[in-house]
């Protein structure tokens, strides 16, 4: 690995390998002070942009209660029982992940969801995709139908999709003809618009973009397990799903991850997974309005019971990481058979147990999480010690554990703790938290311009992008790599909402400077920053609890 950094580095951030000059010229173009300048107002443009979209004629707003069943589940065990049918736990998750929460008079950036967003814009949102590939030979990858790998779907396969609106919690066709009354054979697709964010954001804005996807991504996986389903997340844009969503997509939406749902026995936790294949066809007390409305169905059964969470492997090995990708002895990571870069839903589970609050519902916990004021910093912010950013550091190491078997090598994505040594402001120190051991040892954090603290207490996750470059190709290890981390600090974020804490992400700062102060070693570059305060700020915030349920 070599040294660690005893100076601020020259003008290079890490040291360039050949063959992929150009990759990482690309990279680094994307961060601190390169062509992103200050952005003076949320509104820019023609009109006002504040990720609240307006009706699109034909939407369908379902009746069912789609925030009923989620309504009083706690969020922690055990996961939905009842008579809820698998599409009615699919779409009540759907818009529990996504959904408008808070409004915030007195902040700059007024709508809050359950993830954070650069100014509360949210470039990424939540599609319902038809099944299959309309061409023949296509495998059709569902998580509301069981399927064999491989199968062909017949070339006048329906092409429909909807937008999960996160106002109306309305189902908005975006593609294709109508969607059929049962959704049968759905699949989930998370996308993003890097141009809903300001132009002023420059080549920030793609890996912006893909870091909110990453959040969602997250929350989701959250919201499904709770509701008794179980998510395997995909966050790749190799994923079938994802290729076979991107002509049904809005015109500048980029599909980033994919969500299937595995199939299992009733109060069991055994499965039978296969490669973009999910639930059981739901054609029975379901249906959309006009041919659509959903309504529950109280006489039916539950099809999955909950997640064991101490079971199950954590991530499933990838053949897109396998050519030139080494472990530490130059020995390939990943000889067995999968379906791209894959996080289990054991892997899910275990990481939202190691945050969820007890005595607490699952739809106050989301409501509570927030980015705090958007103007504190370290002067204005009260002392967190590393001690009550317990779960937010759980969740963070939980996270990185869940991802460690999908790395290219073992140390190209590490995680680091700076904290103030009992609230002083000249001892810095840094600690590295490995997914599976204790902390390392503290080290001092020399204090320089660039790399002030904005909290008492914070996490950076660095990353050694050659490895990934290598093990996926310059562009889509871009992509999968900023889902990824996007994925594990949005846990931090849930952390902190669970704690009645706050978690501010930060992805532009001074790269080199930061790596030199953390001493992180040549090959490593801080990537994404969370910072960990106590003022919240949401006391003046209109809750946004839901809409009444449709009669």
């Known amino acids: 690995m070599g040294s660690a950094r005893k100076d601020v580095p020259g003008s290079a951030p890490v040291p360039l390998r050949t063959g992929f000059e150009d990759a990482l010229a690309h990279f680094h173009a994307q961060s601190h002070e390169k062509d992103v300048s ?26 069912l209660p789609a925030l009923g069943p989620l309504r009083d ?3 922690a065990t055990p996961a939905l029982g009842g008579g809820w049918s698998p599409v009615e736990r699919l779409l009540a998750a759907c818009v529990e992940a996504v959904r408008v929460r808070r409004i915030s008079a007195a902040d700059r950036y007024p709508v809050h969801r359950a993830y954070p967003s650069p100014r509360g814009l949210f470039g990424a949102d939540l599609f319902l995709v038809a099944p299959g590939d309309p061409t023949p030979g296509g495998g059709p990858t569902s998580p ?21 609106d996160p106002q109306s919690h309305a189902l908005q066709p975006v593609g294709g003809p109508a969607a059929p009354s049962n959704l049968e054979g759905a699949r989930l697709v998370v996308a993003v618009d890097q141009h809903r964010y300001p132009p002023e954001y420059g080549r920030l804005r793609p890996s912006l973009a893909r870091l909110e996807a990453g959040h969602l991504l997250a929350t989701l996986g959250l919201t499904l397990t709770r509701a008794g389903l179980r998510p395997r997340t995909h966050p790749d844009p190799a994923h079938p799903a994802c290729t076979a969503a991107a002509p049904l ?27 973009g294949t999910c639930a059981p066809s739901v054609t029975s007390g379901t249906s959309l ?33 396998t050519p030139g990708s080494e472990n530490g002895d ?24 190691s945050v969820a609050p007890a005595a607490r519902t699952l739809r106050r916990w989301l409501d509570e999480r927030t980015s705090g004021v958007s103007t504190a910093n370290l ?46 402001v000249d ?27 904005s909290a008492t207490l914070g996490h950076t996750l660095a990353v050694d992008f050659p490895a990934w470059a290598r093990a996926l190709g310059p562009d889509h290890a871009e992509t999968v790599l900023h889902t990824l981390l996007g994925w594990i600090a949005q846990w931090g974020c849930l952390g902190a909402a669970a704690t009645d804490l706050c978690v501010r992400p930060m992805r532009n700062y001074a790269e080199a400077d930061w790596a030199a102060a953390l001493g992180l070693d040549p090959d490593q570059t801080p990537a994404y920053q969370l910072w960990v305060r106590a003022e919240r700020g949401t006391y003046l915030d209109t809750p946004v609890d839901a809409a009444p349920e449709t009669p």
């Not at 939406?253 to 490669?275: N, Q, R, S």
């Not at 963070?396 to 869940?402: F, K, M, P, R, S």
């Open 379 to 424: 002067v204005t912010s009260a002392y967190v010690s590393p001690k009550q950013g317990a779960t937010i550091t759980s969740g963070l190491v939980h996270a990185l554990a869940a991802v460690h078997e999908v790395l290219p090598r073992s140390q190209s994505l590490r995680l680091y703790q700076h904290t103030l040594e009992d609230d002083r």
């Open 249 to 275: 997509l809005p015109p500048g939406m980029t599909p980033i991850a994919a969500v299937t749902l595995d199939v299992g026995d009733p109060g069991t936790t055994e499965t039978t997974a296969h490669p």
């Open 144 to 164: 509301l139908e069981t399927t064999t790998p491989g199968d062909p779907t017949p070339p006048d396969s329906p092409t429909w999709c909807l937008r999960v």
């Open 289 to 321: 309005p006009g041919g659509s409305d959903v309504t529950h169905n109280p006489g039916g059964t539950a099809t999955h019971s909950g997640t064991d969470v101490s079971s199950g492997a954590a991530a499933t090995r990838s053949p897109h990481l």
């Open 427 to 453: 001892d810095r120190v840094v600690r590295e938290l490995p997914p599976d051991g204790p902390p390392g040892p503290a080290r001092p954090v020399p204090r320089t311009g660039e790399t002030n603290f």
């Open 38 to 63: 200050q952005v003076a107002t949320l509104f820019f443009g023609a009109e006002p942009s504040n990720g609240l979209a307006r009706p699109v004629p034909g939407q369908v707003r379902t009746p």
């Open 330 to 353: 130059g020995s390939a990571n990943g000889d067995g058979p999968g379906d791209g870069v894959t996080l289990s839903p054991e892997a899910t589970a275990r990481v939202a147990a």
């Open 73 to 75: 589940l706690d969020a």
